[in-house]
């Protein structure tokens, strides 16, 4: 059965540092990516990486706060957080597919496999 199973999110101060985790099962895939969503707001790309080519892909937005990072032997991906800001607080959800391989896809609708998400809460 494939599964993401996503941790590491949690309650901390403005400024402060987080690392979500995503460890994936049941099969290997060509993208992964973390994605989050606020309430009352859209689902949002936040960074994926390729495992092929080990390529990674974030927004402006993110660089230089938020890095994404993988371990191929574990299945896993991790997103490293940083100088996080209150308005960065939402649910944090993995991602993976395995259709697409050179570039990380960046679209909701592009992945295919999505796990339970893990809540951030930034405290001002």
């Known amino acids: 059965q494939v599964q993401l199973v996503e941790s590491g999110g949690g309650l901390v101060q403005a400024g402060g540092s987080l690392r979500l985790s995503c460890a994936a099962s049941?099969?290997?895939?060509?993208?992964m990516g973390w994605f989050r969503q606020a309430p009352g707001k859209e689902r949002e790309f936040v960074a994926a990486l390729t495992w092929s080519g080990r390529a990674t892909y974030s927004t402006n937005s993110f660089k230089g706060r938020f890095t994404i990072s993988g371990d191929n032997a574990k299945n896993t991906v991790y997103l490293q957080m940083n100088s996080l800001k209150p308005e960065d607080t939402a649910v944090y959800y993995c991602?993976?597919?395995?259709?697409?391989?050179?570039?990380?896809?960046?679209?909701?609708?592009?992945?295919?496999?999505w796990g339970q998400g893990t809540q951030v809460t930034v405290s001002s």
């Open positions: 049941g099969r290997t895939f060509s993208s």
């Open positions: 991602a993976a597919d395995f259709k697409h391989g050179a570039t990380p896809p960046t679209s909701v609708d592009q992945y295919d496999y």
